[in-house]
């Protein structure tokens, strides 16, 4: 897409970090927005700071008919959408044989069907508009490298790339205009480190040990992480050029080599370097 200006972005997990980021980004852009998160408080303060041409719908992206009603109204309300950015996520760590169905059924509920949500809701009606088009999805460097303490993150970051690859393929087969990026970030200051602010009362469990250990290193790395804005633009970039892969750091680029390499040798690839 070579023109924003006068386009509408939908973009969720908008209260905060990389999500406030991109509503900003798109508002300095010339474009009307829909805002979505489960904060309320967050979502209304990033709305005042885009300017006139936002609405917002608190949603839980995991939750299907609420991803419906976000569609509705934003097609409703604002006659199209031209950029979907499925930005929602949180972070749940520790070991894979530590990590409960409760922390499995958090992470993939936003991670990966928040993403197959705005998918299935959005996706049909932006292809019948007939007109230029581009999907956004957070997925994270987790989803093209694994590492120990990130188990359910990793899990479902792998997943929502495997979703964005597939959708972006079947796109191109049927010859649609719209097109979609797999946003790869490593650390950005975020408050991802915090997500259990916003876990569901009824998916809560007790924290072990390797999970809090996990945090430890999250945090460290979000404190030595590239501002959210940087993140904004090299999205807004990827849109124009229609780049379907966006690393925000690029020693990644050398990291997914190495890692081929290693694993057509059948060994198992060295730890990332999040940071």
């Given at each position: 897409?070579r023109e924003l200006?006068?386009?509408?972005a ?9 999500g ?5 980004r798109?508002?300095?852009?010339g474009m009307?927005?829909m ?43 604002l006659?199209?959408?031209?950029v979907?950015?499925n930005?929602?996520g949180v972070?749940?760590g520790?070991h ?6 409760e922390d ?9 069907w928040?993403v197959l949500h705005?998918i299935h ?6 292809i019948e508009?007939?007109?230029?088009g ?5 997925v994270?460097?987790?989803g093209l490298f694994?590492?120990?303490y ?12 495997a ?8 796109l191109?087969?049927t010859?649609?205009?719209?097109r979609?990026?797999?946003?790869c970030?490593?650390?950005v200051?975020t ?5 259990e602010?916003v876990?569901?009362a009824?998916?809560t469990?007790?924290?072990?040990r390797d999970?809090l250990?996990s945090l ?6 979000l404190?030595?992480?590239i ?5 904004a633009?090299?999205v807004v970039?990827?849109v124009h050029?229609e780049?379907f892969l ?6 990644y680029?050398g ?9 057509l040798?059948?060994g ?8």
């Amino acid at each position: 897409m070579r023109e924003l200006s006068g386009k509408v972005a939908v973009v969720t997990g908008a209260a905060s970090g990389i999500g406030r980021a991109l509503a900003l980004r798109f508002a300095q852009e010339g474009m009307a927005l829909m805002l979505a998160d489960v904060d309320p408080g967050g979502l209304a303060e990033t709305a005042s700071m885009a300017g006139p041409k936002v609405l917002t719908q608190i949603t839980d992206v995991s939750d299907g008919m609420a991803v419906q009603h976000l569609a509705n109204r934003a097609f409703g309300e604002l006659g199209a959408v031209h950029v979907l950015c499925n930005n929602a996520g949180v972070f749940q760590g520790g070991h894979m044989w530590t990590r409960t169905p409760e922390d499995f059924t958090w992470t993939l509920g936003v991670n990966l069907w928040g993403v197959l949500h705005g998918i299935h809701h959005f996706v049909p009606r932006m292809i019948e508009q007939d007109t230029e088009g581009h999907i956004v999805n957070t997925v994270s460097v987790a989803g093209l490298f694994a590492a120990p303490y990130m188990a359910g993150y990793t899990v479902s970051k792998f997943a929502a790339f495997a979703a964005s690859l597939s959708l972006a393929q079947d796109l191109a087969l049927t010859g649609s205009k719209l097109r979609v990026t797999a946003l790869c970030p490593g650390a950005v200051r975020t408050r991802i480190n915090r997500s259990e602010r916003v876990r569901p009362a009824d998916l809560t469990v007790a924290r072990t040990r390797d999970d809090l250990e996990s945090l430890d290193i999250i945090d460290s790395a979000l404190t030595k992480g590239i501002d959210p804005a940087r993140v904004a633009d090299l999205v807004v970039q990827a849109v124009h050029e229609e780049r379907f892969l966006v690393l925000t750091h690029p020693e990644y680029a050398g990291g997914l080599r190495h890692q081929v390499e290693v694993l057509l040798s059948g060994g198992l690839p060295p730890l990332p370097d999040y940071e």
